[in-house]
């Protein structure tokens, strides 16, 4: 059994200790700013439940806040907390800090200290190299949404490029799908029997090391990666009475990643690369690349339309963790550029190797200076019993989202 964890507070207050001792000697504040925004969602899926226990139907409430202040010397401070209350499933109601940082900018180097969200990757249907932070799944099957990561971050930006040196003291647990929800599988992820390689468990110190470039149109980064595995390894086991569980057990990876993207007139091209060690029994390689190309002021109109083309793979194939280990993506993005911001993306994924294909529709529209209306379908055709997203194969979506910006 592993051992008792820290509560889960301790390493936000931890950091928001050390941000509290970093402000205290900077000189009075320059610049602030109070913003953010609450939202309301309801979930409906249209099929029958195939597990006991999950709702047909959700509905929730999300606000995230943000605060900002810039100091005369240039340096910031910026704290993002998050929160969501949901009636469908216990374990996405949930509180996060997704930014809680000091800036300290001099000339020669910037440092940010505390919680941190950082992006890396270019491509469109998965972001297959970005590993810093943490995937808040019960946000979103696209694993989009991440978690606030403790870190220090050094950065120098030069003629030669860019070098952040990452330095991760705290590692956050990937957040799963409960009993009543939906878009998991038949067995239910029990947190409380996480497992770890390393004896120091979420105490292991990660780090990161990362090399971006721009020459011309083409844009570059190389990045390494020690320490413990965002995706976790899924062990069968049982609980208490009998039913069926899966155990989440984190290992001890290296990761050498590549990411670049290249415009060419109205192309743009792109491509995420990796090679990781120590997961599983064998080291594996994967990549994703395409394309998108953007029809301006399609049919003599005010609105661009982009076709997207991208093939995800991954070398373990069928023994892969993901749904993605040899598939053809391909997207329409309409951009109406329009007062209200109207855009949609239509999106299918289908495997090569099975009749097995992912449909999806992400639009969003303004209404005034503070409303957003976000609209999202997911579908789910043909999965045959071999396919990794089998056991949700009656987990259709229909969500509708209603932002207020403040």
Do not use: C
């Amino acid at each position: 059994m592993p051992s008792a964890k820290p509560p889960r507070i301790r390493w936000a207050f931890l950091f928001i200790l050390a941000a509290s001792f970093l402000l205290r000697p900077l000189p009075k504040v320059f610049a602030h700013e109070v913003a953010g925004y609450a939202a309301g969602e309801v979930r409906l899926f249209p099929n029958d439940a195939l597990y006991s226990g999950q709702n047909d139907q959700s509905s929730s409430f999300v606000i995230q806040p943000e605060y900002y202040h810039e100091f005369e010397s240039g340096s910031s401070f910026a704290f993002t907390p998050f929160f969501r209350l949901d009636s469908g499933d216990q374990e996405r109601t949930h509180l996060d800090i997704r930014e809680l940082t000091y800036l300290w900018l001099k000339e020669d180097f910037e440092l940010r200290v505390g919680v941190r969200k950082v992006f890396w990757g270019v491509t469109e249907f998965i972001h297959l190299i970005d590993i810093v932070n943490q995937t808040d799944l019960v946000e979103s099957v696209d694993t989009e949404d991440k978690l606030g990561q403790p870190m220090v971050n050094f950065s120098v930006s030069r003629d030669w490029g860019m070098v952040d040196i990452f330095w991760m003291p705290f590692f956050r647990e990937r957040t799963f799908v409960g009993t009543g929800g939906r878009l998991r599988g038949a067995s239910v992820v029990d947190e409380a029997r996480t497992q770890y390689e390393s004896a120091a468990e979420e105490w292991h110190s990660d780090w990161a090391l990362r090399y971006s470039y721009t020459f011309g149109d083409i844009d570059m980064g190389l990045s390494q990666f020690v320490g413990t595995n965002r995706d976790p390894t899924l062990l069968d086991g049982t609980d208490s009475n009998g039913d069926d569980i899966k155990i989440p057990k984190y290992e001890q990876i290296k990761q050498t990643s590549l990411d670049v993207s290249y415009v060419v007139g109205e192309w743009l091209w792109k491509l995420e690369s990796l090679y990781r060690t120590g997961q599983g029994n064998e080291d594996y390689f994967a990549w994703a690349g395409g394309f998108e190309y953007t029809s301006v002021g399609v049919l003599e109109s005010n609105m661009d339309l982009g076709f997207v083309g991208e093939w995800l793979y991954d070398d373990r194939e069928d023994d892969a963790d993901t749904a993605f280990e040899n598939d053809i993506a391909g997207g329409l993005r309409l951009t109406v550029n329009d007062a209200a911001s109207s855009e949609a993306l239509l999106g299918w994924v289908q495997d090569v190797d099975t009749s097995a294909r992912l449909l999806f529709l992400e639009a969003s529209r303004r209404f005034g200076n503070n409303w957003l209306l976000n609209i999202e379908m997911r579908l789910s055709l043909d999965q045959p019993a071999s396919d990794f997203l089998f056991e949700q194969r009656k987990d259709d979506l229909f969500q509708t989202e209603l932002f207020y910006y403040f």
